[in-house]
C-alpha cells in the first residue's frame, strides 16, 4: 500500500512497476515555446500531439505533485466512445450533426489510444471488450431499448450498439439484478496510471520537459507564476480539471467532484465463471448517481461510484480509506456481484473530477492572449482527454481541421454561483439523484418526483 508521499492512495499507483516518484525538480528556464499546467491525461496529450505535429516546439509541463497524481492515474479505467453531454446535442433534432461529429470523433478517440499505446510502447492493459450498461429493474429496459432504437435511426448498427435480452446478458455479466443490457463495442479497459505515467516518459523522450513538484501559482497571458519562479511562454494551457480552483484567476469555473473506487483482492476462476466478464467488458447500470467497474487484468474487479463535493470546493490531495462514502461504493459492489461474498476488498480510494456549470467537456484556445484550456469531462476523461488534447494542439498550431470544427470548441460554461448556493445545488443533485434511485429499486417503477427534482437541479 502507500509508501511514499506522492502515492495517490489508488490500487492502480500500489501495482506500478516502479513505486511512483518525481524527477528531482530541475532549474526552471526563463522562457519556453508552450507552458501547460497538469500532468495528467489532458496535459500530456496535448504535449504529445504538439510534439507529433511541431517537433523543434520548446514545451514545459508543470505538475504541482507526479504525473498521473490526479484524476489520470486513480480512474475506473474505462476509455469510452461516449463523453458527456453527447445524448443531448443527439436528441435535438438541429444539433443532431453535432452531436454525431462528436460520437464518431469519440468512438475513433477509443482505437486512437490504443494505436498510439503500442506506437509508442505504453502497455497499459488496453482491452477493447466494450461495455455493458444493464438494466437492474424491468422498468428500464424500454428507455435502455428506445436508445438503441434512436441510435439505429442515425446510422449506428448493432455493431456499434446492440440490445442483449436477458438470457445473453445474464450469460456476459452475473450481477444480481439484470433484465437484459445494452452493449456498445467503443470502450477499452485499461490500467489508468500505466497509462498517464506511459505518457509522461513518452512525451518526455520526445524532449518535453516535465517539472514535477512545481506546483503554478497563477497564470498570466505570457507566463505562469510557480512556486519555484516565473516562466515566459508564448502559450499558456491550463489542464487542471478537478484542480483548476487552485488558481485564483480560475475560481469556479469547474466543480470539484469526488468519485470513489475500491478494488478486490485477485478472484479464482470460479468467481468468474459467475461474474463473467469474459472479454473484460467494462459495465455499469445506467442510474443517477453513477456506477461503474471493470475485471484488470490481474483478475481483480475494480469498482467505483460517483459521490460528492465539499464546502468550498476544497480538494483534499487522498482520501482516507476508512471514509463512509467508501462504505456505500463496497457496499453497492457486494450487492451487485453475489459471487463476491467471502472476497476481500484490498483497496479503496477516491479522486477529484471537474464538472463545468454546462456539464460539458470545453476546449478553447485564444490566439490574442496565447491563453488555453481543455477539460470538464464530469469524470468521463478518459478517453475524452485524448480527443481535447489533440483538438487544442490543432487550435494552438491555428489549423483548422475536422477536429476544431467540433461543438466542444469554445463551448464555455458560466462560472458556478458563489457559496452556498454551489454546495446547496450539489447537495441537492446528489440527494435527489439518491433518492431517485433508492426509491426506484424499492418501488420497482420510475421515481417521478425525485427524478424531476434532479433534472432541474442538473439544469
Ligand atoms: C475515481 C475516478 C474514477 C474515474 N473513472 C473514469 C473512467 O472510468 N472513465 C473516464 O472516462 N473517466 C473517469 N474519470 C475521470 C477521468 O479520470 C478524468 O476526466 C481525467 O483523468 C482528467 O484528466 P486531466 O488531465 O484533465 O486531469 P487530472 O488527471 O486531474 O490532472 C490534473 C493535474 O494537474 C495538476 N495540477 C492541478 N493544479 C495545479 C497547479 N496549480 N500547478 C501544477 N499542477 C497542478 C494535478 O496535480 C493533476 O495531476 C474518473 C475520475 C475519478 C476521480
Redesign the pocket.
Known amino acids: 500500500m502507500r509508501d511514499n508521499d506522492l502515492h495517490n492512495g489508488s490500487f492502480w499507483f500500489d501495482s506500478l512497476d516502479e513505486p511512483p516518484g518525481a524527477t528531482p525538480p530541475a532549474s526552471l528556464p526563463d522562457r519556453v515555446d508552450v507552458a501547460i ?8 496529450w496535448t504535449a504529445y500531439y504538439l510534439k507529433q505535429q511541431q517537433p523543434d516546439l520548446d514545451i514545459a509541463v ?19 466512445g461516449l463523453a458527456w453531454g453527447i445524448d443531448g446535442l443527439l436528441a435535438v433534432p438541429r444539433q443532431q450533426q453535432a452531436g454525431i461529429d462528436l460520437l464518431n470523433a469519440m468512438h475513433d478517440t477509443v482505437d486512437e489510444v490504443g494505436r498510439i499505446c503500442q506506437a509508442e510502447n505504453i502497455d497499459c492493459h488496453y482491452g477493447k471488450g466494450g461495455t455493458l450498461t444493464v438494466a437492474t429493474l424491468p422498468f428500464r429496459v424500454e428507455a435502455m431499448r428506445a436508445r438503441v432504437a434512436h441510435l439505429h435511426s442515425l446510422g449506428y448498427t448493432d455493431e456499434d450498439y446492440t440490445w442483449l435480452p436477458e438470457a445473453e446478458s445474464r450469460h456476459r455479466i452475473g450481477s444480481r439484478w439484470n433484465f437484459g443490457a445494452v452493449y456498445t463495442t467503443h470502450c477499452a479497459a485499461i490500467h ?1 496510471a500505466r497509462l ?1 505515467r506511459g505518457l509522461a516518459r513518452t512525451v518526455g523522450g520526445k524532449g518535453v520537459r516535465l517539472f514535477e513538484l ?4 497563477d497564470l498570466e497571458p505570457g507566463r505562469v507564476r ?1 512556486e519555484r519562479g516565473t516562466v515566459h511562454a508564448d502559450v499558456v494551457l491550463r ?6 480552483e ?2 485564483p484567476s480560475q475560481t469556479r469555473q469547474v466543480m470539484p467532484l ?4 475500491v478494488a478486490t483482492e485477485p478472484l479464482p476462476e470460479p468467481v468468474w465463471e459467475a461474474i463473467g466478464l469474459r472479454r473484460r467488458e ?1 459495465f455499469g447500470d445506467g442510474r443517477r448517481i453513477v456506477i ?1 467497474g ?1 475485471r484488470t487484468l490481474d483478475d481483480r474487479l475494480a469498482f ?1 461510484g460517483r459521490a460528492g463535493y465539499y464546502f468550498g470546493s476544497e480538494r483534499k490531495p487522498l482520501i482516507d480509506p476508512g471514509d463512509p462514502m467508501l462504505d456505500r461504493v463496497e457496499s453497492n459492489l457486494r450487492e451487485f456481484f453475489p459471487a463476491l461474498e467471502g472476497y476481500a476488498v484490498t483497496h479503496r ?6 464538472a463545468p456549470r454546462h456539464f460539458r467537456p470545453c476546449v478553447s484556445f485564444d490566439p490574442d492572449s496565447g491563453i488555453g484550456m ?2 470538464g ?9 485524448n480527443l481535447a488534447g489533440r483538438m487544442l494542439s490543432d487550435l494552438v498550431l491555428r489549423q483548422k481541421t475536422p477536429l476544431t470544427r467540433l461543438a466542444w470548441v469554445d463551448d464555455r460554461a458560466r462560472r458556478w454561483e458563489p457559496e452556498p448556493l454551489r454546495w446547496m445545488g450539489a447537495k441537492m443533485m446528489q440527494y435527489a439523484g439518491d433518492r431517485a434511485d433508492r426509491a426506484e429499486f424499492r418501488n420497482g417503477r420510475p421515481s417521478k418526483f425525485w427524478d424531476g427534482l434532479f433534472s432541474r437541479v442538473m439544469g
Open positions: 499546467i497538469g500532468a495528467g491525461y489532458t496535459g500530456l508543470f505538475e504541482a505533485m507526479t504525473a498521473g497524481f490526479g484524476a489520470s492515474g486513480r480512474n475506473g479505467g474505462w476509455c469510452m489508468p498517464v512545481t506546483p503554478v501559482l510557480t489542464a487542471t480539471e478537478g484542480y483548476t487552485s488558481l469526488y468519485s470513489m473506487m467494462t461503474y471493470q467505483g480510494w477516491g479522486g477529484l473530477m471537474g481543455a477539460g469531462y464530469v469524470g468521463e476523461g478518459v478517453a475524452a482527454s
